[in-house]
């Protein structure tokens, strides 16, 4: 029920600048390679509060990913019409429904557009709350590749996360408003062959029209889409999320215990340096600036963390912040169990949406003792970070974006 695949490719906008730590891509947590803007996808439907913990199928090492988009459109318009042949039913009513597109002239056309993942890992299931850590993967067209947004973490204290799911408690209790303000459909969604058994929460106003649709098994987002009218003549805002995947991750180390060095307020100190070489001209000098990572854990539970991390570049007038979750495979720190258990060459983890590699190098001997690499490739991108076996903390990493020309060393010089 829950394997939803599609191992197809999507491209999208380029940008170019790099600001941030690479520990980072090989958990999928803290913003590395360029500052991008995100593709968001589409704001939450409310959802009521009838369960008490998340669905069944949300554990420790699920990863959930839509394909996001976002456009200003030059002329478009959608509109609900009751129909006795509509494919859509609404439970209560007995009415049906469907979806009309119509189409008019805009002098000013559209403005923009882009594309690209979102990834949302379940670090942990804590009782009743959900830890997770989202990841925007861009598509940049221009170089053929995907680029590493933003990231974020966080932790849910509720049953649904309507962005990504609803609990099928909580979305068989949904009911239409007796309004019309909102209206909840039972019937077929199609996502590109296959068809879904869904529940959809629909605003039907022909200015600001969204559309989510739920599996009724699952809870979990299907798609959403919402299209907001800029006014007579003017162009629309429109952005879609669907579902791309749903897979349970078998890395070894998730949903093991936090190392005692982490606690509430402790904080890691990397430093290191960040050069860039023009990647249209190879043998142009390099420009190279000092980076400074400082990560301070804010929340710490039995086997998760959340943290805070700050960036400060020599180059760069402000210093960049995040928020992140942390977990037994990354980024900050690695289950030194699963660490001493890791033979070289071993493939821990091949995401088939983004392409995203883990694989384990060779083991070495450091100043503090053995240390395992583990590097995370994707097309046109690599990191390699070093975890020491002994605490699983992260002591080095050299992160490298082939298309910008960006490569950031950091090391650990302090940890609590």
């Known amino acids: 029920m829950l394997e939803h695949r599609d191992p ?3 491209r999208g906008t380029r940008r170019r600048f790099l600001a941030g730590s690479a520990a980072v891509l090989a958990a999928r947590n803290v913003p590395v390679g360029r500052p991008t803007t995100p593709v968001p ?19 420790p090492g699920v990863r959930i990913t839509h394909h996001t988009a976002t456009a200003t459109i030059g002329s478009m318009s959608y ?16 009415k049906r429904y469907r979806e009309v597109f119509t189409s008019t002239p805009s002098p000013s056309g559209g403005t923009g557009s882009g594309e690209g993942l979102w990834t949302v890992d379940v670090v942990a299931v804590d009782g009743g709350d959900v830890v997770l850590s989202r990841t925007n993967y861009i598509n940049d067209a221009f170089n053929g590749v995907y680029a590493p ?13 309507p ?21 909840v459909l039972d019937g077929p969604v199609k996502i590109g062959e296959t068809s879904y058994e869904a529940r959809s929460v629909v605003d039907p106003s ?18 959403s889409a919402l299209r907001t009218s800029l006014g007579a003549g003017q162009p629309t805002q429109a952005s879609t999320t669907e579902l791309r995947g749903v897979r349970q ?41 000092d980076v400074v990572l400082d990560v301070k854990f804010s929340e710490v539970g039995s086997t998760w963390a959340l943290y805070e991390g700050t960036i400060r ?30 033979q070289q060459g071993q493939v821990l983890d091949q995401d088939p949406l983004s392409g995203l590699t883990l694989t384990v190098g060779q083991p070495a001997s450091g100043a503090n003792g053995p240390a395992v690499p583990i590097s995370a490739t994707m097309s046109g991108i690599s990191a390699e970070s070093w975890f020491d076996t002994a605490t699983g903390v992260l002591l080095a990493q050299t992160f490298a974006v082939e298309s910008s020309g960006l490569t950031t060393r950091i090391e650990l010089q302090q940890m609590p």
């Open 79 to 94: 509109e609900l019409v009751e129909d006795p042949a509509g494919t859509w039913v609404d439970p209560t009513s007995g």
């Open 313 to 342: 570049n020599e180059s760069v007038t402000e210093p960049a912040s995040t928020i992140g979750a942390a977990g037994g495979i990354g980024p900050y720190w690695w289950d030194p169990q699963s660490l001493a258990a890791m």
């Open 8 to 10: 197809g490719r999507w």
């Open 249 to 289: 991750r078998t890395t070894p180390g998730i949903a093991t215990a936090v190392p005692s060095w982490v606690s509430v307020g402790a904080t890691l100190a990397y430093r290191g340096t960040q050069s860039f070489v023009n990647p249209m001209d190879p043998s142009s000098p390099a420009f190279t600036s």
């Open 149 to 161: 947004g933003s990231a974020t973490g966080e932790r849910v204290a509720a049953s649904s996360v």
């Open 163 to 183: 962005t990504v799911w609803v609990h099928p408690t909580e979305l068989a209790a949904m009911t239409s408003d007796t309004a019309g303000a909102r209206l």
């Open 41 to 59: 996808p589409a704001p939450a439907p409310p959802a009521s509060t009838v369960a008490s913990g998340p669905p069944s199928w949300v554990a």
């Open 206 to 223: 022909t200015t600001a029209y969204s559309f989510f649709a739920f599996e009724k098994a699952s809870g979990v987002l299907l798609l």
